[in-house]
Structures are given as structure tokens and as C-alpha cells.
């Protein structure tokens, strides 16, 4: 069995329910969610969100939304001021160019303020189910390397390296899977070795 496979097995026997860590109610709300995630961990995303939502509850609202208000709303964030004119700047732009309806594919996600490649891949497989990529933030680039999946500091190349070696029907599940394995086990300052259900078999395991 390729050592990719009993990754995935395992991991999937570990975490079989994939339920995504930011909570929205709209398809807006997830998109907007991830750009306040940039550097902010979803705990603090999801006790913001709501008040944003309930402030303005629709895309139009959002909108015309002045942007010291949306500042405010979502200080605690960090790089707020850059967050709300994205924030500001998406949402006049899939109402304007998109008639309110989140797009479908990475091209058009990624021409919206905000939007990078990850945040797309994000927005494609929570919604819609569909991988056109593998979403690498910083526990799965860190992870990655750890498993030897790819030498690389740079997330492009790290999601290069894994869409190579990485079945395609892995894609989907992978991203979210790694991620609860580095919160629950694999914290870059302690990580649990002996407890990780990837220790036997990880070639950077302490075990």
C-alpha cells in the first residue's frame, strides 16, 4: 500500500466526520469568513461573524456598508482595515458581477477582492464539493513536509507537490483532515508523538 494511502485511511478512521470550522448561513458569509481567517485563527473569526451578520444580514447591506463600521465590527481580527475594504470590495463585486451568485470556478473566485487561491479552493469544496486544488495553510504545509510529501516552504509549490502525489478523490477531505490532526496532535511547539495515529509510520514521528 503506497505510504499516501495509509495516510489517508488513517486520518480518515481518525476524523470521519469533516464538518468546517467556520460557521456561516449564506454562501457570502463563508467567502467572507475565510478572508477574515487570514491570520486569525477560526475561534475568533466565528465570535465576530455574527455580530457582522446580524449588522448587515444581506449582501446589499454589506455592500453599501461604511467601512468604519465594518472596521469596528471586525477589529479584533487583525489588519482590519485592509480585511474591510476586501470585505467591502467582494461584496460589491459578486453582486455587481455575479448577480449575488457565488461562482463555480477559481478563475472567477480569484477575481474578487480578497479572494486568493486559497480562499477559493476553500469556498469551492465547502460549497460546492468540487477540487480543483488542495487548500494548504500553515498546518498543512508544515505537516507536509513532515511526511516527507514535499521539501518546500511555499505554498503553491506545497499544493503542487500534494496535487501530484495525492489521488484527486483525496483532495477534497485532505486539507480539513490534516488540520484537525495539527490542532489535536501535531502542535508545531509540542508535538503529541505518542498519542498521533500517524506516529507509527510519519518519518518525522519521536516515537
Known sequence: MKFETRVYKILKQEFPLIEPPLH??????????VILSAQCTDE?????????????????ELAKAPLNEIEKLIYSTGFYKNKAKNISGFSKMLLENFHGNMPKNL????????????????????????????????????????????SSKNPDKVETDLM????????????????????K??????PNCLACPLGE??????R
Open 24 to 33: 456561516f448561513n449564506a454562501p457570502h458569509e463563508l467567502a467572507i469568513a
Open 44 to 60: 475568533q473569526v466565528n465570535k465576530v461573524t455574527p455580530r457582522l451578520f446580524a449588522r448587515f444580514p444581506n449582501l446589499k
Open 107 to 150: 478563475e472567477a473566485l480569484m477575481s474578487m477582492p480578497g479572494v486568493g487561491r486559497k480562499t477559493a479552493n476553500v469556498i469551492l469544496q465547502i460549497l460546492y464539493g468540487i477540487a480543483e486544488g488542495i487548500v494548504v495553510d500553515t498546518h498543512v504545509l508544515r505537516i507536509s513536509r513532515l511526511l516527507g510529501f514535499t
Open 164 to 183: 501530484k502525489r495525492l489521488p484527486r478523490n483525496y483532495w477534497l477531505d485532505w486539507s480539513l483532515m490534516i488540520i484537525f490532526l495539527g490542532r
Open 185 to 190: 496532535y501535531c502542535n508545531a511547539r509540542k
Open 201 to 206: 509510520i510519519c518519518p518525522s514521528s519521536s
